[in-house]
């Protein structure tokens, strides 16, 4: 496993920031609308993050986690009328990552996008995301999906899987779907989120079992759906770890746990995070390791910085590891 990052590139200094500071693997996407990618695109796209010293090894398919309002193919989600055609689009931009070199890809199956409340302090003063179920609006009305029983949500996936995972196979593509951030009570805005439990998760990944199919690992939101994180997600890690279905792992610590957390740095949440990585190495995780989310600091460049300590934060448990040391 070796140190990647996510972050947007705002220019190219961002990517020789990346080089300077060791992150020499990223998942980043072409500019312009995912929709219209083509394989010219993306060997393009890859040289230039090649040009930097930086291998790509990842790239987000257009299946957001925003919520389905805003989705480049919402019809894959809403078993609309353009649902097949928009998942030909996607199994066509999986042939192109193959073509082009690109060895993953993630994506959400997301209907509401990511349920938070208002924003909390943190270490020092930073303001750090939330979610508290007593200060949500419990009753807030469905959206664009309406509602959407789980037995629905499930159908609605397979059908998705069906077609993509074979063409994810045959293309040698990883395909890394993320959890359902965070866990919700079944019904909130008229939807059971599947991929908001363990168990869903589990259920997930055996649905068209295949080498090319898992999870875009995250260890913030997979803490947000247990009572108690610190004591239960090092067993869930082995679950999936031993299984090869990590494909990716953000790693993003809160502090609390199912319907009251709060994200932190992840060297201050409940999670005993040098414990973990020590575990994702016992099995064998092979792929990136990347910070996700991070608290707001203050500062001219505060997402720089705060990504920035992640970098290091990251980087000296995996040398350590390296080392034997821990």
Same mark, same amino acid.
């Given at each position: 496993?070796? @140190? ?74 809403l078993?609309?009328?353009?649902r097949?055609?928009q ?5 066509? @931009?999986?042939?192109?990552c ?25 270490r020092g ?5 939330a ?22 949500n499930?159908e609605?996936i ?12 045959s ?22 989120r599947?991929?908001?439990t ?7 990944v ?8 898992? @999870?875009n ?16 997600i090092?067993?869930?890690?082995r679950w ?9 792992l ?10 009251s957390?709060?994200e ?18 016992e ?34 448990? @995996?040398?350590?590891l390296e080392?034997?040391?821990?």
């Amino acid at each position: 496993m070796y @140190l990647g990052t996510q972050v947007t590139v705002r220019d190219d200094d961002d990517y020789k920031v990346f080089a300077q500071l060791g992150v020499k693997n990223i998942s980043a996407d072409p500019p312009g609308d995912p929709a219209s990618w083509t394989l010219e695109d993306l060997e393009r796209h890859r040289d230039k993050v090649e040009s930097f010293g930086i291998v790509l090894d990842m790239i987000q398919l257009p299946l957001p986690s925003q919520p389905i309002e805003k989705a480049s193919y919402p019809d894959i989600l809403l078993a609309g009328p353009d649902r097949d055609r928009q998942i030909d689009a996607v199994c066509r @931009l999986i042939e192109n990552c193959a073509k082009a070199g690109i060895p993953a890809a993630k994506y959400n199956l997301n209907l509401i996008g990511i349920p938070r409340t208002e924003l909390e302090l943190g270490r020092g003063g930073s303001l750090n995301e939330a979610f508290r179920w007593e200060k949500a609006d419990q009753q807030a009305a469905p959206g664009l999906a309406g509602t959407l029983s789980e037995d629905e949500n499930w159908e609605r996936i397979d059908y998705f899987l069906e077609r993509v995972v074979p063409v994810a196979e045959s293309n040698r593509v990883r395909l890394a779907c993320h959890p359902h951030d965070p866990y919700t009570p079944p019904g909130y805005k008229g939807v059971t989120r599947v991929l908001g439990t363990v168990e869903g998760l589990k259920k997930f990944v055996m649905m068209r079992e295949s080498p090319y199919h898992g @999870l875009n690992f995250c260890q913030g939101s997979i803490g947000e759906m247990l009572d108690n994180p610190h004591e239960e997600i090092d067993d869930i890690i082995r679950w999936f770890g031993t299984r090869g279905k990590i494909f990716n792992l953000h790693f993003r610590n809160i502090s609390g746990g199912k319907l009251s957390f709060m994200e932190t740095f992840p060297d201050e949440g409940d999670m005993d995070m040098i414990r973990s990585l020590k575990i994702y190495q016992e099995v064998g995780y092979k792929y990136m390791v990347m910070p996700d989310h991070v608290p707001r600091i203050s500062g001219r460049d505060p997402t720089g910085v705060a990504f920035a300590y992640c970098y290091g934060y990251i980087a000296a448990i @995996l040398e350590a590891l390296e080392a034997r040391h821990l």
